[in-house]
């Protein structure tokens, strides 16, 4: 079945350093991809997304690009802050080939902290 | 434009008993999902509703059951509650099924 598999944290990082994420997935068909970010205490909220091949999303600096090739959808971000420090999920939004009906599945999270 | 509400922010039961957990839609959104996330796992598909109907469920037991009203609203149910029910619930709405999903801050459930 479809799943999506993102790198273990938690992810610690100096302010101003370079932020990557790993994101890897399978799917049937053409799923769109997705990254929420939930700060502590709150709900998840979305940052970006991505819905067919090539398609890069961005959002508050941060860059994901849907490669169907090696099937992943890594975030990144050029200078994290202190203020980036949360829960990063990737997920993914694909089509059940019986119902026609769409489903989620979500990534377990990383954990991201920023030091200043 | 509001966002997608939750109600309570937190609750607390005994086990045993039983919890009523809500969840406002965006306006003109008509699917809801709900998700639990428990403390150190990800987020588990939980339900979805569009257009009134239960339209999928995940692997839960049916002691958790929800309806959705006919102003797009829902209520997730859970009896017989146990302790491993202590979760982050999340509320999560779209404009209709397949499309972005908007989320709500969640109610913490808290099982003692």
């Known amino acids: 079945g479809d799943s999506v598999t993102q790198m273990e944290g938690p992810v610690t990082l100096s302010e101003e350093a370079f932020l990557t994420i790993n994101c890897t997935y399978t799917?049937?068909?053409?799923?769109?991809l997705f990254w929420y970010v939930q700060y502590p205490g709150e709900g998840l909220q979305l940052l970006l997304k991505?819905?067919?091949?090539?398609d890069k999303g961005s959002n508050k600096g941060f860059e994901a690009t849907y490669r169907k090739e090696t099937t992943s959808f890594h975030l990144e971000k050029g200078s994290v802050q202190v203020s980036d420090s949360a829960v990063y999920f990737c997920?993914?939004?694909?089509?059940?080939?019986?119902?026609?009906?769409?489903?989620?599945?979500f990534g377990t999270g990383t954990r991201l902290k920023v030091l200043a | 434009e509001a966002g997608v509400t939750q109600s309570p922010t937190h609750l607390i039961k005994t086990r045993g008993q039983q919890a009523t957990l809500r969840c406002s839609p965006i306006?003109?959104?008509?699917?809801v999902y709900w998700y639990q996330q428990a403390l150190g796992l990800g987020l588990q598909f939980l339900l979805w509703?569009?257009?009134?109907?239960?339209?999928n469920r995940g692997n839960f037991p049916p002691r958790f059951s929800g309806r959705q009203f006919p102003n797009y609203s829902s209520e997730l149910n859970v009896n017989a509650l146990e302790l491993e029910d202590s979760a982050l619930y999340l509320c999560?709405?779209?404009?209709?099924?397949?499309?972005?999903?908007?989320f709500g801050p969640g109610t913490r459930l808290t099982v003692l």
């Open positions: 306006s003109g959104h008509t699917s």
């Open positions: 799917a049937t068909g053409y799923p769109s």
């Open positions: 999560a709405s779209s404009l209709e099924q397949g499309n972005t999903q908007y």
């Open positions: 509703y569009d257009e009134g109907e239960e339209r």
């Open positions: 997920a993914l939004r694909g089509e059940t080939l019986t119902s026609g009906t769409y489903k989620y599945i």
């Open positions: 991505a819905t067919k091949a090539d």
